[in-house]
């Protein structure tokens, strides 16, 4: 009977990923997501990354198959009138200007990552300029979550490779040898062994770090609760930088970063 139990778990939860609707209901307004998510089975994980080494025990969860695009975020932008946090008086942003990253004022979610507005045309690539405080509120109005910084690198480093094939960097990842210093729109290069998309390069990922992290970082203190992370580097790191875990003001934002979606799955007993 466990296996039986077991085997319709996976069904429904496989069926759960597949059938993911691209219309769904919040509240009573129908949307439109672009994103689809997977579902990965979880289980004992060895974390080993800049922060910490720990063995932990991941539950199944559901993760966006791509980054989160600018035309998913406009829809929450639109229906919901969510003012971010680079739109407030006196925000800024950072962004890459010739070379370098200088931090501008009047970037919002509709830029670039130069800072230059995006035509609706372009609404296909990953949102930038976005703070964690914006995250959380977009997954929270779709029903998500962000990922654990675990659920994060589970995601990213598990699942096989066909191991016949000539594995490169430059096959699965955007970073700064080989994408001209810029975003790229979300599939374009190889999904990893799991089916996402720009788990490494690309955009910096926001993620959620557990409190003893960022105790063990930072101490105890106001600091505290404004700290937060994110995962994966970007189209302007190097192919070591982007498998740093990087800290930064959850009211900050960049061109550079942007973020995915995890949602809890059904649990069969």
């Known amino acids: 009977m466990k296996f039986i139990a077991f085997l319709f778990f996976i069904t429904l939860c496989l069926t759960q990923c597949k059938s993911q609707p691209k ?8 949307i439109k997501l672009n994103n689809k998510m997977v579902f990965l089975i979880g289980g004992k994980f060895i974390s080993s990354n800049n922060l910490d080494t720990a063995e932990v025990f991941i539950d199944p969860f559901l993760i966006d198959m791509y980054e989160v695009t600018v035309a998913d975020f406009a829809q929450f932008v639109q229906i919901t009138g969510y003012v971010t946090d680079t739109e407030k008086p006196g925000a800024s942003s950072l962004i890459r200007r010739g070379g370098r990253l200088i931090d501008m004022e009047g970037v919002c979610w509709k830029d670039d990552e130069q800072g230059h507005p995006r035509s609706k045309e372009d609404y296909d690539y990953p949102v930038v300029h976005v703070s ?10 779709v029903n998500k979550r ?5 659920e994060w690198e589970y995601a990213a480093v598990t699942g096989k490779v066909n191991p016949e094939e000539n ?28 089916g996402l998309y720009d788990m490494l390069g690309n955009v ?14 930072i101490g105890n203190g106001d600091n505290l609760l ?3 992370g994110a995962k994966g580097g970007s189209f302007y790191e190097d192919k070591v930088t982007v498998r740093r875990t990087v800290l930064g003001n959850k ?19």
Do not use: M
């Not at 962000?146 to 675990?150: F, G, S, V």
């Not at 990922?205 to 970082?217: F, Q, S, V």
């Open 23 to 30: 219309t769904q209901k919040v509240g009573q307004t129908e």
């Open 132 to 141: 964690y405080n914006d995250a959380i509120a977009f997954a929270e109005w």
């Open 146 to 150: 962000l990922p654990t910084i675990y």
């Open 167 to 194: 594995f490169t960097i430059d096959k699965f990842e955007w970073y700064s040898d080989n994408s001209g210093l810029r975003i790229h729109k979300g599939g374009e290069k190889r999904a990893n062994g799991n």
């Open 204 to 217: 910096i990922e926001r993620i959620e770090l557990p409190k003893e992290n960022l105790t063990h970082l």
């Open 226 to 228: 404004k700290i937060r």
């Open 251 to 269: 009211n900050s934002a960049s061109g550079l970063c942007g973020f995915r979606c995890a949602k809890d799955t059904i649990i069969v007993k």
